[in-house]
């Protein structure tokens, strides 16, 4: 069960709108900075599947310019250590 | 549970994507974050100080159950106003590596074996009491931090400097804000800032003197970012040895030859004097002029010992001191172009502009630390520019409490709580506080921390206790610290959060509590001293530092002295030290006050913080109807010193032709025994690499991640290149930072240090550099 979160960075004049389309997406959940061309994304999918998928549509919006991860969490997989949740 | 869980990871997923946001457009708000959070129900959030840097942020510490799950900043602390850099947001992580030390261990015939804490408590006890009756009682010592809680420290001073006698009692601040101190004691009688952060939404121009605040000081470099823009005519100069991130947001980076700051601040004042920008009724009714000995070495030698002897000068005098640092001299001296020293000085000089510097270990540690400090003051005093809102010289700090828990508690080898050991009236205080028979304390300070290691090394040091910091990482020249410490006939207790270069030479180790898993205090670059509860329970048998040394002075039969009960012991231990600051120059928060707020500045003198000292506007110790009072100094007076330029101990020469500079990096914090442990920070800087300047690069034949060894007279260290990566150095320069157990840069560095601070310089020292 994947999450993951990203900065995304919208094309010129398309933050609205593309807050919008993100927030209609299923496992999305977007909000935006209130002083700067950003937003700030995370992902919440049942399986790597659909992550991968999810990812691959993500790539493919017209309104954005650039995502990069900035988290990671799948408990799917052994967590590696000092990653503040083994043992909850 | 579980969606609570979920919802717990996701909040963590959203904040760690605002850290990586914050870092790349610095002032950036998320004002949507509140609808993301409500979902959260299961956390619980409790204010604390970061563990980290000098900057003190405040953050709020979510909790589920017994776990520390998340962070955020604190709006109500004024440091940060919510924001934090990526290492306070992933700090909660750093509580749970896997290899945590949670049970004590004793060397027993050679190997370290698990025993229960009280044996170890038991063994360290005897030792100490065993090793004074043979070798007398100089020869124990205690090495703290600037991440001892204000009460580690305090009951450290206690037992070493009350109940034993001893002056054996250093913290690795030495090694990081010594020349701040003395800087502040040479110029002003009193330590610690003027000015406080605030500053930055005053200043019209910033200098930043060989500090990369963008990467050691993030939240305040966001909040001079964020001043800039909305203001727009904030200048922001940054004046250093190498580019960084800093130099790439300011408006100017201006390079210098490392040790020519001293050259570049007396030609500040130079021009400033030339071009009659002079505040001369300031200077008339505020200052007085100095001059101290000159050539006064490097300390590289053991026993090496210095006293200045200040003289008095006129005003004259000192102008005619300042002619050998005319702009064309010392652009010779420096690197720097006349044109830029001019334009330095006209920023410094312009009457309408309010300047503050900031400055760190650039220039604390460094051969002449104690002089360039004067220097810089000697600008700000020339015009005029100190202690008003925007108008800062400001020295910076890099662990969360060396100004709280070493210079205030004074946890160094000739200071108390109030004053120094020299003075008599100081030590009847203490006794008197402390309950012990007058005379229990001795008038000599012993050993500085360089000397001190020096010391164990020789033998006339036995027993030393380390607790919260790495010196087998730190020291300078580290060979030789190692050698001296794994010595027969040597005994070495360390209390730490994680195994590290230094729990490997322990005899002892003591599992200790780390930052919110005890109750504490640190204190901030501002002055700002900073509360935290315990908010969840340390790991198995892990204690906290001052309950560890509670427990070894009442078996040493300081029970009198130790009476707490462990379960109040944090708030009875405040009130008691803080009667040793019981003046309007100093005084502290009560316990109830500093459990209730986000941190409070002192001198808190009638229920209010001081902003800014010296100043009686602001400053209820100022005597009244005087427009400043530098009441550090008997006459009211801050002194200008005519300090010259003096070369650094080693420069580049033809065997070893680069300058070596260590330092740090934002991922990580100092040795990395903490951040290393957080995989989102080991991801972003897995190791520890040489940053070359690419023509450097391109003669030696060397490309991008390329191995490099790294010679000195005393050490090597082999590691990959970084060529045009995050720092550049100039021609003849390499930078390496120190968070890398795996490359002991220390082994190559030099334990030169300032004789006036005795601060160690591991900002130069002469290498060479060999493709591998
Ligand atoms: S700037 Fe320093 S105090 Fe603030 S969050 Fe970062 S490490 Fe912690």
Redesign the pocket.
């Known amino acids: 069960m994947p999450v993951l979160s990203y900065v995304a960075i919208p094309r010129s004049g398309a933050k609205n709108e593309l807050l919008k389309v993100l927030n209609s997406m299923e496992y999305c959940e977007a909000f935006p900075a209130d002083n700067e061309d950003i937003l700030v994304l995370v992902t919440d999918t049942p399986d790597k599947n659909t992550d991968k998928e999810l990812h691959a549509q993500l790539e493919n919006l017209p309104t954005l310019e650039s995502l990069s991860m900035t988290f990671g969490y799948n408990d799917e997989q052994p967590l590696g250590e000092g990653d503040g949740y083994e043992g909850q | 549970m579980k969606v609570n869980r979920r919802s717990f990871i996701k909040s963590a997923a959203a904040t760690s994507a605002m850290a990586t946001a914050a870092s790349l457009f610095p002032g950036v708000s998320f004002a949507g974050w509140k609808k993301l959070e409500g979902a959260s129900g299961m956390i619980s959030w409790q204010k604390a ?9 405040g ?1 709020l510490v979510g909790v589920s159950g017994d776990r520390a799950v998340a962070v955020k ?1 604190d709006p109500n602390c004024s ?2 106003k919510g ?7 992933h ?1 909660v992580q750093a509580l749970y590596g896997k290899d945590r030390l949670t049970k004590a261990k004793v060397r027993k015939n050679g190997k370290m074996v698990t025993v229960p804490i009280k044996e170890a408590l038991d063994v360290i006890a005897a030792k100490i009491k065993e090793t004074i009756d043979k070798h007398g009682k100089d020869s124990v010592a205690m090495y703290g931090s600037g991440q001892w809680t204000i009460p580690d420290g305090y009951v450290a001073s206690k037992l070493f400097k009350g109940c034993l006698g001893t002056n054996n009692v250093e913290a690795n601040a030495r090694l990081c804000m010594a020349s701040a101190v003395t800087g502040f004691m040479t110029s002003f009688g009193i330590d610690e800032p003027m000015g406080c952060y605030e500053d930055i939404e005053h200043a019209d121009v910033m200098v930043t003197w060989g500090n990369n605040m963008a990467e ?5 470099f966001s909040r001079m970012l964020a001043s800039r823009k909305r203001k727009k005519d904030v200048t922001i100069i940054d004046l250093a040895t190498r580019t960084t991130r800093s130099s790439q947001a300011s408006d100017k980076s201006i390079l210098f030859i490392p040790n020519t700051d001293l050259a570049i601040a007396n030609a500040i004042c130079y021009e400033i004097i030339r071009n009659g920008w002079v505040n001369k009724s300031f200077i008339k009714n505020h200052t007085t002029f100095h001059k101290g000995k000159t050539n006064i070495g490097y300390g590289t030698e053991d026993h090496f010992s210095f006293k200045d002897k200040p003289e008095d000068i006129s005003f004259q005098d000192y102008k005619n001191f300042l002619k050998d640092y005319t702009p064309e001299k010392v652009e010779k001296i420096s690197g720097v172009s006349a044109r830029d020293i001019k334009y330095l000085a006209s920023l410094y000089g312009d009457p309408t502009k309010k300047v503050t510097s900031f400055w760190c270990m650039g220039m604390n540690q460094h051969v002449r630390g104690t002089w360039i400090n004067n220097l810089v003051y000697n600008i700000h005093l020339l015009t005029g520019k100190i202690s008003t809102p925007g108008n800062s010289p400001f020295s910076l700090t890099g662990q ?1 409490s060396a100004c709280g828990t070493v210079r205030e508690v004074g946890t160094l080898t000739h200071k108390l709580p109030y004053g120094v050991v020299m003075k008599q009236k100081a030590r009847e205080k203490a006794e008197k506080i402390w309950d012990l028979p007058a005379g229990s304390i001795d008038p000599k300070p012993t050993y500085h921390t360089v000397e001190m290691f020096r010391a164990l090394d020789r033998g006339d040091i036995r027993f030393m206790w380390i607790q919260v910091t790495n010196p087998m990482v730190t020291m300078p020249n580290l060979n030789r610290y190692r050698n001296g410490a794994l010595r027969e006939d040597r005994f070495v207790v360390v209390s730490d959060v994680y195994p590290t270069p230094t729990t490997d030479i322990a005899d002892v180790i003591l599992p200790a509590a780390m930052w919110i898993e005890q109750e504490g205090m640190y204190g ?1 670059s501002e002055r700002r001293t900073q509360h935290f509860d315990e908010i969840v329970p340390p790991p198995g048998e892990a204690m906290s530092d001052t309950w560890q040394i509670i427990e070894v002075a009442r078996r040493l039969g300081f029970k009198k002295q130790f009476p707490w009960s462990k379960d109040d012991y944090i708030g009875p231990l405040w009130e008691e030290y803080r009667r040793f600051h019981d003046n309007p120059k100093h005084n502290m928060a009560s316990y109830k006050v500093l459990k209730a707020r986000s941190g409070v500045q002192w001198p808190f003198v009638n229920g209010k913080e001081t902003r800014w000292r010296f100043n009686p506007k602001y400053d209820p110790a100022c005597k009244k109807g005087s427009k400043f009072d530098f009441y550090g100094k008997k006459d009211g007076k801050a002194w200008i010193w005519a300090r010259p330029y003096e070369p650094a101990a080693e420069s580049p020469d033809q065997e070893y032709n680069f300058w070596l500079c260590t330092g740090r990096v ?1 991922e990580h ?1 100092h040795t990395g025994s903490m951040t290393r442990r957080v995989p989102i920070l080991h991801e972003a800087m897995p190791e520890s690499y040489v940053e070359i300047n690419p023509e450097d690069a391109m003669d030696l034949g060397v490309v991008n991640g390329e191995k490099v060894k790294i010679v000195s007279r005393r050490g090597t260290v082999t590691m990959k290149a970084s060529i045009n990566g995050r720092g550049v150095p100039p021609r003849g320069t390499v930078f390496v930072p120190f968070f890398d157990e795996s490359y002991l840069i220390n082994e190559v560095t030099l334990d030169a240090f300032c004789p006036i601070s005795k601060q160690a310089d591991y900002k130069k020292c002469a290498v060479r550099l060999e493709k591998v």
């Open positions: 100080p970061c563990r980290f840097c000098g900057t003190g942020c953050v900043g440091v940060n924001l934090c850099c990526i290492k306070g947001y700090s050691m000081h993030p939240v305040l969360p901030n934002i914090w």
